[in-house]
């Protein structure tokens, strides 16, 4: 067991005994979409609980997080995890109240939203991601690729959210929870060291030509460089006078666009 994976289980099973006993508080901290602007701190608070009439409810959404949680949470690291989990179930509250809106259902627009379903979902969507072939059994007999669930949980919640059966499921939270999951596994990659870096070498440097590159390469002072880059232009130099311009690669015109002026 994981660490925030074994502290998600445990605050889920603590608030649900508690808000059990205690109406009023889990009304308080329940999602009711007509109420979010006055209320927001339910976008987060609605993800840690579960319906107090019945057991089931908490207990599949934690048999999915314990199941795919720990592997996912050593993937990544517990706070790039809990980031997901949060952000999952954040971007499912949202399509969620969303969609309320769009179908114009008042009476869904005061009826309050529980669960950590949405939060699950973006776990199960990022560990089919990682580990795609991986198998589940289904009512612990039916072997399952992760990918082949996700599809299927995707087509249940649009033809059930769609066509208005299975009441009292948020079936829009479901799809959100996905689409949170995506969202968040997007914008990591999209800030790691390694995009930063293939953006860098595919900016405005890797496309100049041979008139721009020897315009900005007479801009380069030299004796002004760091004695890392002084030897990486005396590098760069020796190579245009044996091959030309041309044989520079992406990286190289980097080089010459950022000291030549390029980021000035």
Not at 106 to 124: E, I, K, T
Not at 172 to 198: E, I
Not at 208 to 229: A, C, D, F, Q, Y
Request: proline share 5%; net charge positive; hydrophobic share 50%.
């Amino acid at each position: 067991m994981t660490r925030v994976v074994g502290r998600l289980l445990l605050i889920n099973f603590l608030a649900y005994f508690v808000t059990r006993s205690n109406l009023d508080l889990f009304a308080w901290f329940s999602l009711v979409p007509a109420q979010v602007l006055t209320r927001p701190w339910t976008l987060i608070t609605y993800q840690f609980l579960h319906d107090p009439g019945g057991f089931s409810h908490i207990f599949f959404n934690m048999i999915g997080l314990f199941f795919f949680g720990p592997k996912l949470e050593s993937r990544l690291g517990s706070p790039t995890f809990l980031k997901l989990y949060l952000t999952a179930g954040l971007v499912g509250a949202v399509v969620h109240i969303l969609w309320t809106v769009i179908s114009m259902s008042r009476g869904g627009l005061y009826m309050p939203m529980v669960g950590a379903s949405a939060a699950v979902y973006g776990v199960l969507f990022a560990y089919a991601r990682y580990w795609p072939r991986d198998r589940v059994l289904i009512w612990f007999v039916i072997p399952v690729q992760v990918r082949v669930l996700v599809i299927a949980f995707t087509v249940i919640s649009l033809w059930s959210g769609l066509g208005g059966v299975g009441g009292g499921v948020a079936h829009f939270a479901h799809l959100g929870g996905f689409l949170g999951g995506w969202l968040y596994l997007r914008m990591r990659a999209a800030r790691s060291p390694a995009a930063q870096f293939k953006k860098q070498t595919e900016g405005p440097g890797a496309r100049m030509g041979e008139r721009e590159l020897t315009t900005k390469w007479r801009r380069i002072e030299p004796t002004s460089l760091h004695p890392v880059n002084r030897a990486e232009y005396d590098r760069i130099s020796d190579k245009v006078k044996a091959l030309g311009w041309a044989a520079l690669t992406e990286r190289e015109r980097a080089f010459v666009d950022r000291f030549g002026g390029g980021f000035g």
